[in-house]
């Protein structure tokens, strides 16, 4: 297989760093892997079940060595459709084929919605968009908490309040504000605040991601085959949750994947999935069986 290439790209208030794995089968249309805000080095597992296509990944703005350079703190999905399309126009191969996840998963909608003609098939894979939910607005309360949390108070109490969030079933509560704030060293995390405020999740993208509402008749309409996945493992969670209602709002089935909202990671950040597995299904999708 040929070294992977890393390319740099100019785009609106970011540049961005995006890295192609040229494959050694015959399918020209690229595979783009996508995340946010975990950046290409979350994919290197699931890369390596896709040897015979050209797989793209990349780091989004603001996070690993995409850097922001119009000063901005927070990200919007928009703006992250944009940097896709301008890497997809780069490429210059076509409309690819696209696996997105988490808040890469959003972004993707962001980028069918606006720009169909560049994605033939995505699969988004639990996207945490929170105005689909019945409960919308306390789970949008709750992850505006996170973020004011995050600036209050630093890492570890809003990475507490995420953590419990995205482990929760079912619906969140109208009283989610009087309860008990879960303990940062429960979850091995820090309690001292060492000042910093340039978290990609807490600071930059926790709100714009989560209080994403995708334009379900631009999607509807779109020229892209578009598949919603909820892990096996992720039963009513948080994101399972959204993936069903955006799923309902496209008028599609949910296709349930291996493992849960890592499902494709193969110790990548410190977290096992089902990789083998889970590509085996992406690779299903992808294929239109």
Not at 240 to 262: D, L
Request: charged letters at 20%.
């Amino acid at each position: 297989m040929a070294e992977t290439d890393t390319r740099i790209l100019e785009t609106v208030g970011a540049t961005v760093h995006y890295d192609v794995r040229p494959g050694t089968g015959t399918d020209p249309r690229p595979l783009l892997l996508i995340g946010s805000p975990m950046d290409a080095t979350g994919f290197t597992t699931l890369a390596s079940h896709f040897t015979d296509r050209t797989v793209v990944t990349y780091d989004p703005r603001g996070v690993g060595r995409s850097k922001r350079t119009d000063g901005a703190t927070e990200n919007l999905p928009e703006e992250h459709a944009d940097d896709l399309a301008r890497i997809i126009e780069a490429l210059g191969a076509g409309p690819v084929d696209l696996f997105a996840s988490s808040g890469g998963a959003v972004n993707s909608l962001a980028l069918v919605a606006a720009r169909p003609e560049l994605v033939h098939t995505v699969v988004a894979h639990e996207p945490p968009a929170a105005p689909v939910l019945p409960d919308h607005e306390a789970a949008l309360g709750l992850c505006a908490d996170i973020h004011a949390t995050y600036l209050r108070d630093g890492q570890g109490p809003a990475m507490a309040k995420f953590i419990a969030l995205v482990s929760r079933t079912g619906p969140i509560p109208a009283n989610w504000a009087e309860e008990p704030a879960p303990a940062p060293e429960a979850f091995g995390l820090p309690t001292e605040d060492d000042g910093t405020r340039d978290d990609p999740l807490l600071g930059q993208n926790m709100r714009g991601c989560t209080s994403y509402a995708p334009d379900f008749a631009a999607l509807r309409a779109a020229s892209t085959r578009i598949v919603i996945a909820a892990g096996k493992e992720s039963g009513d969670t948080f994101c399972a949750r959204t993936a069903v209602g955006v799923a309902e709002g496209i008028g599609v089935p949910v296709s349930v994947y291996p493992s849960h909202h890592g499902g494709f990671l193969g110790g990548e950040f410190g977290q096992q999935g089902a990789p083998t597995e889970f590509a085996e299904a992406l690779r299903v999708s992808l294929e239109g069986a």
